[in-house]
T-cell receptor, first 114, second 110 residues
Framework: ETGVTQTPRHLVMGMTNKKSLKCEQH?????MYWYKQSAKKPLELMFVYSLEERVENNSVPSRFSPECPNSSHLFLHLHTLQPEDSALYLC?????????????FGPGTRLLVL | GENVEQHPSTLSVQEGDSAVIKCTYS??????FPWYKQELGKGPQLIIDIRSNVGEKKDQRIAVTLNKTAKHFSLHITETQPEDSAVYFCAASFDNDMRFGAGTRLTVKP
């Protein structure tokens, strides 16, 4: 176990649904990340939070909305998704947001949009 | 921005043989190079990393080499075992910007 947990592990939703992904890290880290992992493509960084402040948003569509209520929890709120949003969504954390920090990943949420 | 290319995309070896995965990066400022292993149903887990002030690092059966001049780094797994079968990702990082390769699916045949 890496100390990063994600729920749910699997999610099926329709295009009109609203759902949320949850991530929790038990490592005392200050930075948290959301990544999208699609088949045969590099991991795509979506959002970065440092000390609960969003520091990066990589041109992610507004149908994805992150929330970081404290340094241990990170949410990804989903609404009106498209089938091409089906992927594995990974959460990660690192001690701080500086160069050379190891990122620790959760197991991911496998999302299927119908 | 940084661009990381990883080869091969799939690799099949016999148990006991060595496996080598190679990555190239484009940003000469990148200074941190981790390797992750992702097993089915799990998130990527760090297996070894190297920083730009080091040319080689070894941990038991795995080793990583870095050639800063050529901007490439490689993962070497010796005496492969079936449990080494997984997808391996390289990454290159400068500051807080980490870019990943597309992954190599390694299969170790018993």
């Amino acid at each position: 176990e890496t100390g990063v947990t994600q729920t749910p592990r699997h999610l099926v939703m329709g295009m009109t649904n609203k759902k949320s992904l949850k991530c929790e890290q038990h490592l005392g880290h200050n930075a948290m990340y959301w990544y999208k992992q699609s088949a045969k493509k590099p991991l795509e960084l979506m959002f970065v939070y440092s000390l609960e402040e969003r520091v990066e948003n990589n041109s992610v569509p507004s149908r994805f909305s992150p929330e970081c209520p404290n340094s241990s929890h990170l949410f990804l709120h989903l609404h009106t998704l498209q089938p091409e949003d089906s992927a594995l969504y990974l959460c990660a954390s690192s001690q701080d947001l500086i160069g050379g920090e190891t990122q620790y990943f959760g197991p991911g949420t496998r999302l299927l949009v119908l | 921005g940084e661009n990381v290319e990883q080869h091969p995309s799939t690799l099949s070896v016999q148990e006991g043989d060595s496996a080598v995965i190679k990555c190239t990066y484009s940003d000469s400022a990148s200074n941190y190079f981790p390797w992750y292993k992702q097993e089915l149903g799990k998130g990527p887990q760090l297996i070894i990393d190297i920083r730009s002030n080091v040319g080689e690092k070894k941990d038991q059966r795995i080793a990583v080499t870095l050639n800063k001049t050529a901007k490439h780094f490689s993962l070497h797994i010796t005496e492969t075992q079936p449990e080494d079968s997984a997808v391996y990702f390289c990454a290159a990082s400068f500051d807080n910007d980490m870019r990943f390769g597309a992954g190599t699916r390694l299969t170790v045949k018993p």
